[in-house]
């Protein structure tokens, strides 16, 4: 009888140092999964800084207000550039089953396919909110393309050209992992900015910043930062609710 307690206790005791450990191990993933994050969206939000900074070196008068779609367009192609990188440097990306040629470039197709849809989706949504038809249409669209950079693009380079991936994460409780909460965190903030920008547009204030898209992509931009400041707050805050695997 002796010899069946000390075996119990012994079970017991081991049991205890297994969970223990398993524990903290998982606390362990999620900071270095937290981390990671963390250092990546700080890499992305200084390239918006450096897009903001260097065009001043190279494009006479330059300024966030009087050339405004140079600067959007830098954003966006330091955004993309950088998202692509970093995503791609991380292996956050999902993992092809095929690596022929062919397949890869299909995979860039469709890529590139779904951003444009991207940008004439929400250039399509912007004029449906008020934004002029065919006046200022290319500033419109410069929106829509900046827009599809901060939150479309994210999608494509965390969860590949698969629709179904995207309604899974986007629907209620469908983050499967901590980049999926970003990417929600993000695209939420992106779009809300964008939206609560428009505000300020039909005040009689004469701003410089007033002008068609300006307030719009400032409001997008400051929400993508707002979204990638806010995404590893939130998840470290809240890791103990989250039950999701981590990658």
């Known amino acids: 009888m002796a010899f069946v307690l000390e075996g119990v206790r012994l079970y017991k005791l081991q049991l205890g140092t297994l969970l223990y450990w398993f524990f903290h191990l998982t606390s362990i993933m999620w900071d270095v999964e937290i981390r990671g994050m963390a250092s990546a969206h700080a890499i992305i939000a200084s390239s918006i800084f450096m897009a903001t900074v260097m065009p001043a070196v190279f494009v006479e008068n330059f300024s966030v207000y009087g050339t405004h779609m140079v600067w959007l367009y830098c954003v966006a192609g330091s955004v993309a550039v950088v998202n692509i990188a970093v995503f791609w440097l991380l292996g956050i990306s999902p993992p092809t089953k095929k690596h022929t040629v062919s397949y890869k470039i299909n995979r860039l197709f469709r890529s590139c396919l779904y951003f444009i849809l991207s940008c004439l989706f929400f250039h399509t949504v912007v004029v449906l909110y008020g934004a002029p038809l065919l006046e200022s249409a290319l500033e419109t669209f410069s929106l ?4 599809s950079t901060l939150t479309t693009l994210r999608c494509l380079c965390i969860l590949g050209p698969n629709v179904q991936a995207w309604i899974r994460v986007f629907s209620r409780d469908g983050a499967m992992s901590v980049w999926d909460t970003s990417l929600q965190i ?16 039909p005040l009689d204030w004469d701003r410089p910043w007033q002008v068609w898209p300006i307030s719009c992509t400032l409001g997008a931009t400051t929400g993508f930062l707002t979204g990638l400041l806010a995404a590893p707050v939130w998840i470290h805050w809240h890791r103990k609710q989250l039950t999701y695997k981590l990658k």
């Not at 829509?144 to 827009?147: D, M």
């Open 144 to 147: 829509a393309v900046l827009l």
């Open 186 to 201: 993000t695209t939420g903030c992106s779009v809300i900015g964008a939206w609560l920008g428009a505000f300020p547009i």
